[in-house]
């Protein structure tokens, strides 16, 4: 598990640096990370301590009104770190590319 997360380290290092390299703003403020990834314990706070950077989950849902009763808080805090790809095909239209 070790060498594969190092692995997966290395290659957030490299899209870091080529960011930084054709950006014009060379800062970055925070990590946000989503998917299954997300949900490994410790995972944002390794990535914080190798890059000195915060990270945060991202929350697809953060902004939307929902009926807490239809759809349980803690359920819609269990999938968030999964459903930024369905939340976000969900967004567009037909036609969209």
Not at 43 to 60: I, K, S
Not at 82 to 92: D, K, M, P, Q, Y
Request: hydrophobic fraction near 45%.
């Amino acid at each position: 598990l070790r060498a594969v997360t190092e692995n997966l380290l290395l290659e957030i290092q490299k899209t870091f640096d080529f960011f930084k390299a054709t950006a014009a703003s060379e800062r970055i403020d925070r990590i946000l990370v989503s998917g299954g990834t997300s949900r490994v314990d410790g995972f944002g706070e390794m990535l914080a301590d190798r890059f000195g950077t915060p990270v945060e989950r991202f929350d697809p849902f953060r902004k939307v009104q929902m009926d807490g009763r239809k759809f349980g808080i803690e359920h819609l805090a269990d999938v968030a770190p999964v459903s930024a790809v369905a939340g976000g095909l969900a967004l567009r239209r037909a036609g969209d590319r």
